[in-house]
């Protein structure tokens, strides 16, 4: 993906990553954990959320907007990257705590998918199926995929 | 912290380009990860798999 992202760090094992996010609400420190869901087949589950001061956890119950959705999209996705060169290429799984927060993160792929769709197959699931991503369908959860 | 503008391919020929810090802690027992986690895994045994292309790979 050859689209502007922040720099990030990852701890030894590849499944915890951190960075900061930079807008008009300041640096907001952003966490992404990857953890095993479901062995046959092998998925992981993705989850993502800002890193409140004083806390050094995950939550996704801060809306932060600080106006920088896509920028934060590519880092995450970047994310998979290092990820699945260390665990293999695996679906990883992924939704928002809430349908809001799922359809944003719809709109930020949507936003991003003529680059988003050169290096992942996105699956959506509606209507109890699993569906090949289309930008005007709301979907309940997503699995990502290398290509 | 300035933006990276491009991702660059790494050595493997992919892209990704984590920086390995031992600062990073693990997020695996964090309440909202276990939270995610715990309803990711009841969404499939609920919803299921039905439609997912190669499913062996």
Redesign the interface.
């Known amino acids: 993906m050859n689209l502007e992202r922040y720099p990030y760090l990852a701890n030894n094992n590849f499944n915890n990553y951190e960075f900061y996010s930079d807008g008009p609400k300041g640096r907001i420190k952003k966490g992404v954990r990857f953890s095993l869901m479901n062995n046959e087949p092998i998925i992981y589950n993705l989850a993502f959320g800002d890193i409140p001061d004083g806390t050094d956890m995950i939550d996704d119950a801060v809306v932060s907007n600080n106006n920088d959705r896509d920028m934060v999209l590519v880092t995450v996705a970047n994310t998979i990257f290092d990820f699945t060169n260390n665990y293999g290429n695996h679906y990883i799984f992924a939704t928002g705590s809430t349908p809001a927060r799922t359809r944003l993160y719809q709109m930020g792929i949507t936003s991003l998918w003529n680059e988003i769709s050169i290096d992942f197959v996105v699956l959506g699931f509606k209507n109890s199926s699993w569906q090949a991503f289309q930008s005007n369908v709301n979907y309940e959860a997503f699995l990502v995929k290398r290509k | 912290?300035?933006?990276?503008?491009?991702?660059t391919v790494?050595e493997?020929g992919?892209?990704?380009?984590?920086?390995?810090?031992?600062?990073?802690?693990?997020?695996?027992n964090?309440?909202?990860?276990v939270k995610?986690?715990e309803?990711?895994?009841a969404?499939?045994r609920k919803?299921g798999?039905?439609?997912?292309p190669d499913?062996?790979?």
């Not at chain 2, 912290?1 to 991702?7: E, R």
């Not at chain 2, 990704?16 to 695996?28: E, F, L």
């Not at chain 2, 964090?30 to 990860?33: A, G, I, L, N, R």
């Not at chain 2, 798999?49 to 997912?52: C, E, K, M, R, V």
């Open positions: 912290m300035p933006a990276v503008k491009k991702a790494n493997k992919y892209y990704g380009n984590a920086i390995v810090s031992d600062k990073v802690k693990d997020h695996g964090d309440p909202f990860v995610k986690l309803e990711a895994k969404f499939l919803n798999l039905n439609g997912l499913l062996k790979k």
